[in-house]
Nanobody
Framework: YLELAESGGGSVQSGGSLRLTCAAS????????WGWFRQVPGKEPEGVAA??????????DSVKGRFTISLDNRKNDKNTLYLQMNSLKPEDTAMYYC???????????????????RGQGTQVAVSA
């Protein structure tokens, strides 16, 4: 069973950077659709970035040019997903979740995310 564990969240000032890491283990498929979404208490989750099985990224308009999703899949049994976040803004403050879906799943970042697998989340706080 696929397990996802995020790390790397924290508190930064506006304009700062953070890199989130997601350790994925228990892989069943050779490739997955990967993604990050975030959620603020009382609000719907918001898609941030996604990567299809060919490694093509898509981003929410709110983070384009600032965030970068990447994947290290050199190990067959464990993959590591990253989210490099630069030029952070207070409105980026949220709980960030790593997520995955089986190959062949179409993920549209702009839609409310519904993922088959997700981690426990890591908190990001950006102060003005």
């Amino acid at each position: 069973y696929l397990e996802l564990a995020e790390s790397g969240g924290g508190s930064v000032q506006s304009g700062g950077s953070l890199r989130l890491t997601c350790a994925a283990s228990g892989l069943f498929y050779s490739r997955y659709v990967w993604g990050w979404f975030r959620q603020v208490p009382g609000k719907e989750p918001e898609g941030v970035a996604a990567m299809d099985t060919d490694g093509r990224p898509t981003y929410a308009d709110s983070v384009k040019g600032r965030f970068t999703i990447s994947l290290d899949n050199r190990k067959n049994d464990k993959n590591t997903l990253y989210l490099q976040m630069n030029s952070l803004k207070p409105e980026d403050t949220a709980m960030y979740y790593c997520a995955a879906e089986r190959p062949g799943t179409i993920v549209v970042v702009s839609q409310v995310p519904v993922w088959g697998y997700r981690g426990q989340g890591t908190q990001v706080a950006v102060s003005a």
